[in-house]
């Protein structure tokens, strides 16, 4: 039967923060397809996944050009899921692609060039058959090419009509800040910043979210699960199908440390306390912070998407709960910002 979309999708459930100063909202929790949409995953899920949370009112659905594996069949796959399932709501979603990373073999298909991003660009329109992006980002400081060669690209995307808006991901702060500037001047200003934030990981507390809100553009917090590490996946061990224990998946076992065990184990219970799942409770938090626009989760079923969602019912904390987790976190090594 062909998929409808729910008639109820934006009734309340989800609420939408404007990215930065811009006028774009996006919804609070948003999906990311870096793992579970692959070739190698199953694509029936994939696709109930992509339904359910658009259903739920999740409009931004987050890809690269590298997701899969193998690289670009995330890509792929969602074009084919738009393809069947959503002709007709293209206005209604929020679509971003990155480039950056490893893709291609040879001197061209990895970095932060300009011939990197523009032939990348073109090749996930191709996979995706979008017309355009509506978020194209820089998916990473390459140490190497300078920053107004990156930027002057996303300029020149958006010039071309092959993107709306431009972001950065994982830009250090200077090279930040110089980013935001040349957007700025260039009428093409820097929509957003992509980086790693959880409750495990919070260097974007040392400068990072402070300068994006400075220079007029959102945040976005991916992998705010820590890769499942923030739920109540890995407190008794690696279960089998999980990422840790998936040879295709990025995280890895020996980053399931001790100390951060005993630290979801505590988390757990002070979730316990507030009657929400410790991914829900994890997602609030970082939800928390003022400067975050929207956070992206990945899910494996949609069962976790469901579980994820009503992170939103239960999202504020007293100052006595935000004081025990700060406790809590200072036990984890290296996590405390400076
Ligand atoms: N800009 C960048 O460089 C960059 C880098 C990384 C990610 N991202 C973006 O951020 C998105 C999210 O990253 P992420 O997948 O690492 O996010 P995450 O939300 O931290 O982790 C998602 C994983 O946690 C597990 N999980 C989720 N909900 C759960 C629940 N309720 N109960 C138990 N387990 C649960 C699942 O793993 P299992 O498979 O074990 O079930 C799921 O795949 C990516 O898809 C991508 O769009 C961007």
């Given amino acids: 039967m062909n998929y409808i979309p729910s008639e109820t999708r934006y009734t309340d459930k989800m609420p939408y923060e404007y990215c930065g100063n811009s006028g774009l909202l996006l919804p609070r929790i948003s999906l990311g397809l870096w793992h579970n949409f692959g070739d190698v995953d199953d694509f029936g899920v994939a696709g109930d996944m992509i339904k359910y ?25 969602f074009g084919k899921i738009l393809k069947r399932n ?32 523009m032939a990348s660009i073109n090749q996930s329109l191709k996979r995706t058959g979008l017309d355009y992006f509506d978020i194209f980002y820089s998916h990473r400081y390459d140490g190497v ?50 980086d790693r934030y959880s409750m495990f990981t919070r ?39 999980s990422r840790a224990a998936r040879a295709t998946g990025f995280l890895k076992r020996e980053q399931i440390s001790e100390d951060k065990i005993r630290a979801a184990r505590s988390l757990n219970e002070l979730a316990e306390r507030r009657n929400q799942s410790l991914a829900q409770m994890a997602l609030a938090w970082v939800l928390n912070n003022e400067y975050v626009t929207s956070v992206i989760i990945g899910a494996s079923s949609v069962r976790q998407l469901s579980d994820n969602l009503d992170a939103l019912n239960n999202s504020s904390f007293t100052k006595e709960e ?14 405390m910002p400076k």
């Avoid at 808006?165 to 093409?188: C, T």
């Avoid at 300068?211 to 008794?236: C, D, V």
């Avoid at 935000?322 to 996590?335: D, K, M, P, R």
Wanted: with cysteine; aromatic share 8%; glycine share 12%.
């Fill in 53 to 77: 949370a658009f259903d739920a009112g999740i409009t931004h659905f987050d890809l690269a050009n590298n997701y899969g594996p193998s690289p670009g069949s995330a890509e792929t796959n």
């Fill in 86 to 117: 959503f002709l007709g709501y293209r206005d209604e979603m929020i679509i971003s692609s990155k480039a950056g990373h490893l893709m291609w073999p040879g001197p061209y298909g990895d970095g932060s060039s300009r011939k990197n991003l």
């Fill in 145 to 194: 090419t300078p920053v107004e060669e990156t930027m002057q690209a996303l300029i020149d995307i958006v010039r071309q009509g092959k993107a709306l808006y431009v972001g950065i991901s994982k830009y250090p702060v200077d090279k930040a800040k110089q980013a935001y500037g040349i957007l700025k001047n260039a009428g093409v200003p820097c929509l957003i910043h992509q």
């Fill in 203 to 241: 260097d974007v507390e040392n400068g990072t979210l402070q300068s994006a809100h400075e220079a007029g553009a959102g945040f976005i917090a991916f992998s705010p699960l820590a890769q499942g590490m923030l739920t109540n996946k890995y407190l008794y061990g690696i279960p089998e199908g």
């Fill in 322 to 335: 935000l004081e025990a987790i700060s406790q809590i976190l200072s036990t984890v090594n290296g996590n």
